[in-house]
């Protein structure tokens, strides 16, 4: 069975800080791996999209890294603004499966001032 | 551009009824995911629209079903709601669906249903 697994699934930083969330997961081949981010209470909002060809991928403030070999992804956070907090979900596509989507249970992440 | 749009945003049913969601993609985008969000199983997907056709469908009982229209609009229907049925159900269009291997997808705010 497809799994995505994600740590910490909850985390406190200090407003500036930088922050790292893992993802580890066992679906391959995957088409691509994704990140979201979802504010309380709204839709979830696409971050980063990589293929298994590509290992690191920026949005802003945010970095996706990714190593195939290992299966295992990471979102890095530079500079955490409170309008970060939320929660910060992996999704994997599954190449042999008609690429149907796997998600991780997310990572809650709080940003004090 | 206007985005993903579901409606109604809040509903309350009764155990036994049945309900409809809808949701209107961004315009020019075909495909439309359903998905189901809980406290305790998170996101979980459902089925996939692309050009009318369910192209993907997840683990969910027969209950759940789906359809989408010439315009790309689709409804979600579950029959026989039970109470574990509460939840988020949110849509999500892209162009090219979960076959496109970096297309983005652009979710709706969700629709929240209480199963009472």
């Known amino acids: 069975k497809n799994q995505v697994e994600q740590s910490p699934q909850s985390l406190i930083i200090l407003e500036g800080k930088n922050c790292t969330l893992q993802?580890?997961?066992?679906?391959?081949?995957?088409?691509?791996l994704r990140w979201y981010k979802q504010d309380t209470g709204r839709g979830p909002v696409s971050l980063t999209i990589?293929?298994?060809?590509?290992n690191t991928k920026s949005n802003g403030r945010y970095t996706a890294t990714l190593d195939a070999d290992t299966k295992q992804s990471s979102l890095h956070i530079t500079a955490s603004q409170l309008s970060d907090s939320a929660s910060y979900i992996c999704?994997?596509?599954?190449?042999?499966?008609?690429?149907?989507?796997?998600f991780g249970g997310g990572t809650r992440l709080m940003v004090k001032p | 551009k206007a985005g993903v749009t579901q409606t109604p945003r809040y509903l309350i049913k009764t155990r036994g009824q049945q309900v409809t969601l809808s949701c209107s993609p961004i315009?020019?985008?075909?495909?439309v995911s359903w998905y189901q969000q809980t406290p305790g199983q998170g996101l979980q997907f459902l089925f996939e629209?692309?050009?009318?056709?369910?192209?993907n469908k997840g683990n969910f009982p027969g209950r759940f079903s789906g359809r989408q229209f010439s315009n790309s609009r689709s409804e979600m229907n579950v029959s026989t709601l039970e109470l574990g049925d509460s939840a988020l159900y949110l849509c999500?269009?892209?162009?090219?669906?979960?076959?496109?291997?970096?297309?983005?997808?652009?979710f709706g705010p969700g629709t929240r249903l209480t199963v009472l």
């Open positions: 999500a269009s892209s162009r090219e669906g979960t076959s496109g291997r970096s297309d983005t997808q652009y």
């Open positions: 999704v994997v596509s599954d190449y042999n499966a008609g690429n149907m989507l796997t």
């Open positions: 990589m293929t298994f060809s590509e």
């Open positions: 315009s020019g985008h075909r495909s």
């Open positions: 629209y692309f050009s009318e056709t369910q192209r």
């Open positions: 993802c580890n997961y066992t679906v391959s081949p995957f088409s691509n």
